[in-house]
T-cell receptor, first 116, second 112 residues
Framework: KAGVTQTPRYLIKTRGQQVTLSCSPI?????VSWYQQTPGQGLQFLFE???????NKGNFPGRFSGRQFSNSRSEMNVSTLELGDSALYLC???????????????FGEGSRLTVL | DAKTTQPTSMDCAEGRAANLPCNHS???????VYWYRQIHSQGPQYIIH???NNETNEMASLIITEDRKSSTLILPHATLRDTAVYYC?????????????FGKGTKLTVNP
């Protein structure tokens, strides 16, 4: 079956702009999590959605937001982009919310954002 | 903060076993040990997880000490494609929506 699909794979934005990233989970998976990966901070949890509800949120400013649709697809948005937002944004899906099953997450290839 | 400690880097010869250690001295009784790996420019990939018994699957073996304060991931016959960053994570597997907390991981380099 198809894996987790993230679009776009690469994008370049300038400071002050906003960006929307998309994630299509594995068919049947209802939980979607987002992570930010930077060389300095490593992999950091952003938020998790299950059945269109945000269940958990990491320690990121309000400029970072997300949502999940009824078909489990998810989007994350970053407004007023800063240089430090340059990162690889990873989406992961699981059958149940993190912590409610074996905990295996399936990650996508990521969306690499560069902010100039 | 990550609840695990791993060496920053390790080397292994191709065809030999790679043994990656992880310390998790503050692990709770209901926390599992998970291993993921991330090959350059790809998303992390699940490898294996366990609670207190040793586990084995087609990718690797997981050895957890009796006091559960440390574990070792074993890749029995490492190949060049196993070169990656390996993350050891402890988390509750049932109940709640606890997020995964990734540490810095171990950069494993498999040499020809």
């Amino acid at each position: 079956k198809a894996g987790v699909t993230q679009t776009p794979r690469y994008l370049i934005k300038t400071r002050g702009q906003q960006v929307t990233l998309s994630c299509s989970p594995i068919s049947g998976h209802r939980s979607v999590s987002w992570y930010q990966q930077t060389p300095g901070q490593g992999l950091q949890f952003l938020f998790e959605y299950f059945s269109e509800t945000q269940r958990n949120k990491g320690n990121f400013p309000g400029r970072f937001s997300g949502r999940q649709f009824s078909n489990s697809r998810s989007e994350m948005n970053v407004s007023t982009l800063e240089l430090g937002d340059s990162a690889l944004y990873l989406c992961a899906s699981s059958l149940n919310p993190q912590g409610a099953d074996t905990g295996e997450l399936f990650f996508g290839e990521g969306s690499r954002l560069t902010v100039l | 903060d990550a609840k695990t400690t791993q060496p920053t880097s390790m080397d292994c010869a191709e065809g030999r076993a790679a043994n990656l250690p992880c310390n998790h001295s503050t692990i709770s009784g209901n926390e599992y040990v998970y291993w993921y790996r991330q090959i350059h420019s790809q998303g992390p990939q699940y490898i294996i997880h366990g609670l207190k018994n040793n586990e084995t699957n087609e990718m690797a073996s997981l050895i957890i000490t009796e006091d559960r304060k440390s574990s070792t991931l074993i890749l029995p016959h490492a190949t060049l494609r196993d070169t990656a960053v390996y993350y050891c994570i402890v988390r509750v597997a049932h109940g709640g929506s606890e997020k995964l907390v990734f540490g810095k991981g171990t950069k494993l380099t498999v040499n020809p």
